[in-house]
């Protein structure tokens, strides 16, 4: 049974920082790559980050390239989402992914879902 969970989310003022984490089980981690995707009210499910799974590949969505940064910790079975200079619009539920090996930006490509958490951003 794989299991994603994430945590660290909250509210914030714009202009502050997160930083979220996903612990992951039941699976190989270190041959995963990990994603970050949001979902705002009212709006599609989007892709954030990703990164692959030696760590030294990562893919970012337009709008939190230089604000946002994906890391991991293969040890731990780990990946967090460093989220810097927040803005309103980043208001949204954050939820980890998993798949094998390759980076995607796209929510199908992905088996393996967190519960997500949330992210509030008030200006």
């Known amino acids: 049974q794989v299991h994603l969970v994430e945590s660290g989310g909250g509210l914030v003022q714009a202009g502050g920082s997160l930083r979220l984490s996903c612990a992951a089980s039941?699976?190989?981690?270190?041959?995963?790559?990990m994603g970050w995707f949001r979902q705002a009210p009212g709006k599609e499910r989007e892709f954030v980050a990703a990164i692959n799974w030696s760590g030294t590949s990562t893919d970012y969505e337009d709008s939190v390239k230089g604000r946002f940064t994906i890391s991991r910790d293969v040890a731990k079975n780990a990946v967090y989402l460093q989220m810097n200079s927040l803005k309103p619009e980043d208001t949204a539920v954050y939820y980890c992914a998993a798949r094998f090996f390759h980076i995607a930006t796209m929510d199908s490509q992905y088996p393996y879902w967190g519960q997500g958490t949330q992210v509030t951003v008030s200006s």
């Open positions: 039941g699976l190989t981690f270190n041959s995963y790559a």
